[in-house]
């Protein structure tokens, strides 16, 4: 049981590029987020996804796009790398019974980003 | 969601009880109040979560007052390894969690 795997754990962009941040759990989890962090910030929210096929955006969705084709993978798309997108990035993961449910968020370890 | 208000930051000697405080005046009936931690960079790790009753397991304690307007998150012995962010946030699903600035908590020995 891996949890939650986050690959590249570091990435160096140049200004244009685009890349993609993947994301897995092995828990069966239907909710998946994705969250970056600045310096000295607090976490904010991406996209979401609430199960398989169905996306939603968070408070920063700008130059970023996710999708979720299984319950395992939730990749971070960056269309065109720009150096305000220099971050930490968490994926984040969680069992749902329903729309009452509540329980813990799982994160990974964080894909620590540089756009020059 | 409702929002959270919580101090930016607080000491607490090495061995004693550290209780943080947050106000959520807006919390409706169905949210949960949820404490999540973060030391250093490292991905923030769950505490405890509640909705009316207190709760306690092996990390925490989390009291949160009859009208649920506000709650405290207590570490009971606090130890060096307990320096860092901590987050109380206020929601419905477990997923779409809004993190806040949160509480530094700085442990000294």
């Known amino acids: 049981n891996a949890g939650v795997t986050q690959t590249p754990k570091f990435q160096v962009l140049k200004t244009g590029q685009s890349m993609t941040l993947q994301c897995a759990q092995d828990?069966?989890?239907?909710?998946m987020s994705w969250y970056r962090q600045d310096p000295g910030m607090g976490l904010r929210l991406i996209h979401y996804s609430v199960g398989a096929g169905i996306t939603d955006q968070g408070e920063v969705p700008n130059g970023y796009n996710v999708s979720r084709s299984t319950t395992e993978d939730f990749p971070l798309r960056l269309l065109s790398a720009a150096p305000s997108q220099t971050s930490v990035y968490f994926c984040?993961?969680?069992?749902?019974?329903?729309?009452?449910?509540?329980?813990?968020?799982?994160f990974g370890e964080g894909s620590r980003l540089t756009v020059l | 969601d409702a929002k959270t208000t919580q101090p930016p930051s607080m000491d607490c000697a090495e061995g004693r009880a550290a209780n943080l405080p947050c106000n959520h005046s807006t919390i409706s009936g169905n949210e949960y109040v949820y404490w999540y931690r973060q030391i250093h960079s490292q991905g923030p790790q769950y505490i405890i979560h509640g909705l009316k009753n207190n709760e306690t397991n092996e990390m925490a304690s989390l009291i949160i007052t009859e009208d649920r307007k506000s709650s405290t998150l207590i570490l009971p012995h606090a130890t060096l390894r307990d320096t860092a962010v901590y987050y109380c946030i206020v929601r419905l699903y477990p997923g779409k969690l809004i993190f806040g600035q949160g509480t530094t908590l700085q442990v000294k020995p």
């Open positions: 828990m069966n989890h239907e909710y």
């Open positions: 984040a993961s969680s069992y749902s019974s329903g729309e009452l449910a509540a329980g813990e968020l799982f």
